[in-house]
């Protein structure tokens, strides 16, 4: 009495003919895309919880840098992460942004060098990290938008790319891309495991 032996091949078709496709592919070109795919989807996961969640949890906001005022430490293309503090608890060496001018949009991250008397108001001098002499203009209280309170480099530059609802709209795209997956993997580990219990 013979019996006939099933080839590793075989218990593949159930999978259709993308998995026997995949299966012709070489093992290592297999190990390195698995890989791949898992440093990308970690590393998308750590930004959008750096950069959207911790934020919007702590009451902070992100800012890009865009010139080198900031450099080595914070290059162009590093986004800081600003957290409100209170005016009389900001310290010499703290990293701030403020706003260039009262009321105005924009704004520049610069380090606190020290601080200064105005009309008996309080102002703080600040200077960028690459720059030889303090800022011109001393900053008031109402200019302030926080303290730095992390940094991330070079991302910047991919979101100064995109307008805010398009930012969110990719949050979201990507938030269900890795929550499909995760589904996906989970199913795959619990099917195979059926079949070899069989």
Do not use: C
């Not at 926080?146 to 790319?161: C, D, E, I, N, Q």
């Amino acid at each position: 009495m013979s019996e006939t032996l099933e080839s590793p091949a075989a218990d593949n078709t159930d999978g259709g003919g993308v998995v026997k496709r995949f299966n012709r592919v070489p093992r290592w070109l297999r190990v390195v895309a698995t890989v791949l795919t898992w440093v990308v989807l970690v590393v998308s996961a750590v930004a959008i919880t750096a950069l959207v969640v911790v934020p919007r949890i702590a009451g902070a906001s992100p800012y890009t840098i865009l010139t080198g005022s900031m450099k080595p430490d914070m290059p162009p293309g590093t986004i800081v992460v600003v957290k409100p503090l209170p005016f009389d608890q900001i310290r010499q060496g703290d990293v701030i942004t403020y706003q260039i001018e009262s009321g105005k949009p924009m704004v520049v991250t610069h380090r606190v060098v020290g601080t200064e008397l105005v009309d008996g108001e309080t102002r703080l001098v600040t200077r960028g990290d690459a720059n030889e002499a303090p800022d011109v203009v001393s900053v008031r209280e109402e200019q302030v938008k926080g303290v730095v309170w992390y940094h991330v480099p070079m991302v910047g530059f991919a979101t100064s790319l995109i307008d805010d609802v398009s930012k969110g709209i990719a949050v979201r795209i990507l938030g269900g891309l890795l929550l499909a997956y995760a589904v996906y993997l989970g199913a795959s580990l619990l099917f195979r495991r059926k079949k070899v219990t069989h």
